[in-house]
């Protein structure tokens, strides 16, 4: 779209008194030499003398700017367009500084554009379009302070790839897809062998506590056991001493102990068919 035109043949005509809109600066000169500027609201001139050489808008303007191709860092060429905010901010630069404003700050776009893709990458330009759009502003500020506009922000429209550029793309990000499910699987996997080991290890741990613990009862219950034996071999021991001591133990003792003589005599012949006897077998 055309840039608006400063000034033209329908510019207000000086009658001596004069009502700005708001919003609005009107550059007067006196006799070709720039006298003032109206503000807002009533104000007077000399007919003849004065003459409202350019009407300014103190709103915020919005340009298109031309869609333009643009080579990346890595050899790509994208066509990109873009949206321009801009504002007056002082009437007299913006009048007198340069021929038209918002063609020179349209121009200084798309070379700044141009300039600041060749410094990046084709997948750095999709990451970092609000950087991009930051350094555009900043660049066209440096140069429109002059002109008396000042621009508040710059914002990338499209971005068109290649076809063949494009199709690589998506080839990329669908292996870069599959890179990342083959990895979670794997690490799934990893997770899974690490729990069953985990478990495993759990499982032998509780099992040797287990058999620790049934060999210890065991040990206890034994030692218990051979303790109880002992006792009561003391207390039988204690009770036959007793029994000994008392009248007529020997020969009680001497009862017995044939008793078992005998008893061990008559087993003899049943292991074995060679018998030893005593010399004495009878005594």
């Known amino acids: 779209a055309p840039a608006p035109q400063r000034w033209n043949s329908g510019l207000p005509v ?12 009107w550059v007067v000169e006196r006799m070709g030499k720039f006298h003032r500027i109206l503000e807002p609201g009533l104000n007077f001139l000399i007919p003849l003398l004065d003459r409202i050489r350019y009407v300014q808008s103190l709103k915020e303007i919005v ?4 869609e333009q191709s643009a080579v990346t860092l890595d050899n790509v060429t994208l066509q990109i367009d873009g949206v321009l905010y801009l504002r007056v901010m002082d009437p007299y630069k913006a009048s007198y ?4 404003p918002e063609y020179a700050v349209t121009q200084l776009a798309q070379t700044t554009m141009r300039s600041e ?6 997948d750095r330009v999709f990451r970092e379009r609000e950087s991009l759009n930051a350094s555009i502003v900043d660049a066209i500020n440096q140069a429109s302070d002059y002109w008396g506009i ?18 690589s793309m ?8 599959r890179k990342r499910a083959t990895v979670l699987e794997s690490e799934g996997t990893r997770e ?4 069953v080991a985990e478990g495993q290890k759990q499982a032998q741990i509780l099992a040797s506590e287990a058999e620790k613990a049934e060999q210890i009862n065991k040990a206890a219950g034994e030692a218990n056991a051979m303790l109880v034996k002992a006792r009561a071999k003391a207390e039988a021991i204690q009770l036959l001493a007793a029994a000994l001591a008392q009248q007529h133990g020997n020969a009680a003792a001497s009862l017995s102990v044939a008793e078992q003589y005998v008893s061990a005599f008559s087993k003899l012949a049943k292991d074995s068919n060679t018998v030893l006897l005593p010399a004495n077998t009878g005594d």
């Open 14 to 25: 000086n009658i001596g008194v004069l009502f700005v809109p708001q919003q609005e600066a």
């Open 63 to 66: 340009i298109n700017v031309p």
């Open 170 to 177: 998506q080839m990329q990000v669908e292996a870069e897809r």
């Open 192 to 195: 899974s062998a690490i729990n």
């Open 117 to 122: 893709l060749g410094k990046l990458s084709l």
């Open 97 to 100: 500084g340069v021929e038209d």
């Open 150 to 167: 000042r621009c508040l922000r710059y914002e990338i429209k499209d971005i068109h790839v290649p076809p063949r550029v494009k199709e």
